[in-house]
């Protein structure tokens, strides 16, 4: 028997492009309600009980992954992590057909993670879970975002005025794309500092300011984040060495200085020390890397609280 899925686009989060700044908010303040509480308490655990999480993750992942394991268990969930490697999707069965089958187990959440664009958003059409997107090739990351901006409300009180600056491989990088349309929206100025190969011309059209030299792109910001050099992604070399690299893009010391005083640095993770940012920077008191990490879980918890809010368990 056939099960027809409901399609109501607004009970997953696929991405943040034309998400409203007051739906932002709202996230951000029920997620920095979550960062407040004591995690370890037993107050929210009948937020999601009995329901069913499953972690479909086809790239690899540490902190995502892990987040919204730690984000479903805390608010009572059950939660799964599907084991792509040992799935029967290593015997031929085709996305969609493996969609269906967790349909039918009657899932409420499935976090997705996948390195073609798109896939989150194919298989919101064929489920009646929520989905949500943790990665899609070089499309979205939009809980990356979300904790982002919780880690910069956290620290600077706000977003609306500052002036950010996102580093690197932004070709390649869903998570710059989540961030822009991210702070646009709450008011932020984005600067987007990379060499030319890896910052197509797409991107003058997001409301940004470019910048192909790092000293003239952090002067005076308030926040700079730093991206992953994603060689994983990249069919020819885009940038002649690794050494090259860090000597034109890396942040150091002497560059963090031209940035407001106290701004803060941060990077998604996972970092390629001496690559992109120089170990002492990523470890210095002015890097909320770690800080970021822990509001991951917040924002998580936060996003599956929303999306299961008012949805009767079938
Ligand atoms: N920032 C991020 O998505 O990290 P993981 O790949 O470890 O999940």
């Given amino acids: 028997m056939t099960h ?5 686009a607004t009970r997953h989060l696929l991405g943040l492009e034309g998400i409203s700044s007051d739906k932002i908010t709202s996230l951000l303040d029920l997620a920095e309600y979550y960062a407040q509480m004591d995690c370890r308490t037993t107050s929210s655990r009948d937020v999601l009980r009995g329901r069913t999480l499953i972690n479909l993750f086809f790239e690899d992942s540490t902190r995502t992954r892990t987040s919204f394991e730690i984000a479903g268990k805390r608010l009572g969930a059950d939660v799964i992590n599907m084991s792509v490697p040992q799935s029967s999707i290593n015997k031929g069965e085709t996305l969609l ?14 976090v997705v993670r996948h390195s073609q664009s798109g896939v989150p958003t194919l298989l919101a059409k064929k489920v009646d879970a929520s989905v949500i997107n943790a990665g899609d ?6 809980t990356q975002a ?14 609306a005025g500052l002036t950010v600056a996102i580093c690197g491989d932004i070709a390649h990088s869903r998570v710059a794309r989540s961030n822009i349309y991210l702070l646009t929206t709450m008011g932020s100025h984005v600067r987007l500092i990379a060499p030319p190969t890896l910052l197509p011309n797409t991107f003058r059209q997001m409301g940004v300011d470019i910048y192909h030299h790092m000293d003239e792109g952090v002067k005076d910001v308030d926040v700079i984040m730093m991206l ?13 060495s690794a050494r090259e ?4 893009f890396g942040l150091d010391h002497r560059r963090l200085n031209l940035a407001r005083k106290n701004a803060l640095v941060m990077h998604p993770g996972p970092m390629n020390r001496g690559i992109e940012i120089e170990s002492s920077v ?6 909320v890397i770690q800080k970021q990490v822990e509001m991951g879980v917040a924002v998580r918890m936060a ?12």
């Fill in 4 to 8: 027809e899925p409901c399609r109501n």
């Fill in 97 to 110: 057909d493996t969609a269906a089958t967790l349909n039918a187990m009657h899932t409420d959440l499935l």
């Fill in 137 to 142: 090739g070089l499309h979205e990351h939009p």
């Fill in 146 to 159: 979300l904790l982002d901006g919780l880690t910069i409300r956290h620290y600077l009180g706000t977003l």
């Fill in 228 to 240: 992953r050099l994603q060689r994983e992604r990249m069919s020819t070399g885009l940038v002649p």
């Fill in 245 to 248: 690299y860090f000597r034109f």
């Fill in 282 to 287: 990523a470890d210095s008191d002015q890097s």
């Fill in 303 to 314: 996003v599956l609280d929303d999306l299961t809010r008012g949805k009767d368990i079938p």
